[in-house]
């Protein structure tokens, strides 16, 4: 049966409502934790293709730019994918891998991007597919102290805001990354919150104003969140299926 590949990099980090959505259009999930040894039970990068319908690449406290055998395994395996045209989707740490494994760039934020803040959907947005039925300005879930300064060539920009100015981007035909977590739920907003405290005091923010953003934004955010899931389960990794099965 085909899977899909999910790279995991923390316990906080799970695929969340995209797996959930997977999962119940009938995908077998691969999670593995490259990022870990054996004996922390790790699992290394596969070496090929072989029976994967798509690659799904999530957030986590690591850095792109960190000197880790693993992120360089990752970014393999992710350009490998883009070129066979199955789908990837990258999620915060997973957008910026995307970004650097095909040739764009990651740098520090002047200052980290934490809570619900509003990102805008940018002009050729409002004509993509996968975005159908997603608010041109929203409030996104954010957890992030580097960007994409630098989107790979032949992207597209399609989300965007002041303190970050790629907050997704599609490239290829079936490519993407979301620098905002909606695959997090609330419990996922709580742990993430638990894991980044030095973060978020950088950020000027606290876990019990995240808490309190989250009562106001969460409800809107996670009928968005849904409709985006179910736009990628069915446009971008049930087609692929569909044209490799």
Not at 42 to 48: L, Q, R
Request: aromatic share 6%.
């Amino acid at each position: 049966m085909p899977r899909i590949i999910v790279f995991q990099h923390s316990e906080a980090g799970t695929p969340g409502r995209l797996g959930a959505t997977l999962r119940d259009h009938g995908f077998k999930l691969d999670v593995l934790r490259a990022d870990l040894s054996a004996d922390q039970g790790g699992a290394g990068v596969p070496k090929d293709l072989d029976d994967v319908a798509g690659v799904v690449v999530l957030g986590g406290p690591q850095s792109v730019n960190d000197a880790h055998a693993w992120i360089d395994e990752e970014c393999r395996f992710i350009r490998e994918a883009h070129q066979a045209e199955l789908p990837v989707v990258g999620i915060c740490l997973g957008h910026q891998l995307i970004a650097k494994a095909l040739g764009g760039e990651v740098t520090r934020m002047p200052k980290p991007e934490c809570g619900f803040t509003r990102v805008h959907l940018t002009g050729p947005a409002q004509t993509e597919a996968m975005l159908g039925g997603i608010a041109w300005s929203s409030m996104q879930y954010q957890s992030h102290g580097d960007e994409v300064s630098t989107p790979p060539p032949g992207a597209v920009v399609l989300a965007s805001n002041e303190a970050c100015k790629v907050q997704a981007f599609r490239v290829g035909l079936r490519t993407l990354g979301f620098q905002y977590h909606f695959e997090a739920d609330r419990p996922m907003i709580s742990a993430i919150c638990d894991r980044e405290r030095t973060m978020l005091g950088e950020a000027g923010a606290s876990p019990d104003e995240i808490a309190a953003q989250a009562s106001e934004h969460y409800d809107r955010f996670a009928t968005l969140a849904n409709r985006l899931c179910v736009n990628l389960v069915t446009l971008a990794f049930a087609c692929a299926h569909r044209l490799t099965a």
